[in-house]
């Protein structure tokens, strides 16, 4: 049996699939992307977990594609949120991409578009940030945490 008639491992589902959708639409909404005619294609990619296929900048239209499986594992939850929101940010800079490659220097749409990217950018690490700090004051109450790295990285 060739390499590509190989039965593929852990398979990507339907349930998967209308999961990997749902969270996709949750960070296109928390990117500023609602705006976007999204679809997820029901081809899969075979060399990712997940892709974004194709956008139309100017028509505002994306096409993503999830992979035939995440083996070795099941596809959990956590990857599935994860993979839409790694795609979401690819489409975020899609943008900011095609204005670099038509332009032959840094300009003020350039600028424009980047400072989008690093006004978002900005909001979900200070949210991260935020949230770390309250996680290590409630850590700190509880004694050190009982992974060494972690531990140092929450105590610096």
Not at 55 to 78: C, T
Not at 93 to 106: F, G, I, P, Q, T
Not at 116 to 130: G, R
Not at 142 to 149: A, K, L, N, R, S
Request: aromatic content about 8%; charged content about 30%.
């Amino acid at each position: 049996m060739a390499k590509a008639d190989k039965p593929v491992k852990n398979p990507i589902t339907e349930e998967h699939a209308a999961k990997f959708k749902d969270y996709l639409d949750t960070w296109l909404h928390r990117l500023n992307l609602a705006d976007w005619r999204t679809w997820l294609s029901p081809d899969r990619c075979t060399d990712a977990m997940a892709s974004l296929a194709s956008a139309d900048v100017l028509g505002r239209i994306a096409v993503f594609k999830l992979g035939a499986s995440f083996d070795p594992d099941p596809a959990s939850d956590g990857e599935l949120e994860s993979a839409a929101c790694h795609e979401a940010i690819h489409l975020r800079l899609r943008e900011l991409v095609e204005e670099a490659m038509s332009e032959r220097e840094y300009n003020d749409r350039v600028r424009g578009r980047e400072e989008a990217v690093v006004v978002i950018f900005e909001k979900i690490l200070m949210a991260y940030s935020q949230l770390l700090v309250r996680y290590a004051e409630d850590m700190r109450k509880d004694g050190p945490h009982p992974d060494p790295v972690l531990d140092t990285a929450l105590n610096p």
